[in-house]
């Protein structure tokens, strides 16, 4: 025998003996869209630390139709020229499934990258009602929407407060005004009437103008539509010049930073938010693992493991890999088992069943300052 055909069967039998030993493995590309970077980076710490986890439980228990997920995380810093930069990155990169954007100003005109090139995206975080009002074929949200927590937040107003002076203000973003616009038309309504509705700019480090023009008001209630770095610096400001003005905002003040920001001032500041999924049965292995790795699965991050978890299903179901396949899949009237709930989404890629509850800010036993549902 000569050298070379000794040489091509010795190839051919490694090539052989490697294919049972590291089988070749396509991957499936999830991008997740989030501000890592920016005023909205706790919420974007969330979204990352949630799908990672997903991803990391899913690819042990041998990934999605035989095939491993591979993550691709894209910085929106909160602003929607960059959502659309890291939309277009995406695409690119031949990713097909997307987790983000939280910020609804990143997500409604991300979402049109997405739909003209053929990519699904799941928010775990944008609740304004016109990210999916469009009816694109392919966005989904696993939280609820504005007009839903506004209602919420309105009732109470009405049943526990209608009697006090209420102060509306929003940061004039989508998600900020559409909170505020959503509570306002809900208290109106039912016959309440705010003694002040007015935006003010977010980012900006003094608000005592605003504040002084609240104790002029004798406001009792500011109902705040925006985040915790603009509610923090208010409930702070009103403090400092003697306001016992109870804060109400929305899941855009739901991490811990607001306490950073307010100290003890956060004390006795209500919220909406969906039930904490934190006290789900089952889920405690789950946190554990968090704990593992010294992260607060807070706010949105079981949001973001859900979402993950929504499309490992829906491939599943649809057994492919085609997103609109998979979308149909989610439209389809179909169940989700996941770590927030069960649940299934309508026409418009809303959840059937979404609903929002109270929680308080208190210092807890531990000393530190959070919030607990009421």
């Known amino acids: 025998m000569n050298k070379v055909l000794v040489a091509r069967l010795l190839l051919s039998a490694g090539l052989v003996l490697s294919a049972f030993i590291a089988p070749a493995q396509a991957q499936i590309k999830i991008g997740v869209g989030a501000p890592v970077t920016g005023p909205s980076a ?30 691709s995380v894209g910085d929106d810093v909160s602003k929607p020229e960059q959502g659309v930069s890291v939309a277009n990155k995406f695409v690119g990169d031949g990713v097909k499934f997307v987790v983000g954007h939280f910020n609804s100003g990143v997500s409604i005109p991300a979402s049109d990258v997405y739909a003209e090139n053929g990519i699904l995206a799941v928010t775990p975080g944008s609740t304004n009602p016109r990210l999916t009002e469009r009816k694109l074929w392919n966005v989904f949200r696993t939280c ?43 208290m109106n309504a039912k016959g309440v009437k705010e003694v002040i509705y007015e935006g003010i700019n977010p980012g900006e480090r003094d608000y005592s103008a605003v504040v002084t023009k609240l104790k002029q008001l004798r406001a009792d209630v500011l109902f705040w539509g925006g985040l915790q770095a603009e509610g923090g610096v208010l409930l702070r400001q009103m403090r400092e010049q003697g306001l016992n003005t109870v804060l109400i905002g929305g899941d855009g003040i739901a991490t811990a930073e607001l306490a950073a920001i307010a100290g003890d001032a956060v004390e006795g500041t209500l919220m909406t938010f969906g039930p904490d999924p934190t006290k789900r049965a089952g889920v405690g292995p789950l946190l554990a693992k968090f704990a593992a790795k010294n992260i607060n699965p807070e706010g949105y991050t079981l949001y973001s493991y859900a979402t993950v978890q929504v499309l490992k299903q829906a491939i599943e179901k649809a057994g492919s890999l085609d997103t609109k396949k998979v979308a149909d899949a989610m439209h389809s009237g179909m169940t989700f088992d996941t770590v927030i709930g069960k649940f299934s989404f309508d026409m418009k890629g809303d959840r059937n069943d979404a609903d929002y509850v109270m929680y308080v800010w208190k210092k807890m036993a531990d000393g530190k300052i959070g919030f607990v549902e009421m």
């Open 42 to 71: 706790a919420f974007g710490a969330m979204i990352k630390n949630g799908a990672e986890q997903a991803i990391e439980d899913i690819n042990a228990a041998g990934g999605i139709l035989g095939q491993k997920l591979q993550l």
């Open 144 to 186: 609820g929407r504005d007009d839903q927590q506004g209602a919420v937040a309105a009732q109470y107003i009405v049943e526990k407060l209608k009697d006090k002076r209420i102060a509306v203000l929003h940061d004039k973003t989508p998600y900020g005004k559409g909170l505020a616009d959503e509570t306002q038309k809900n």
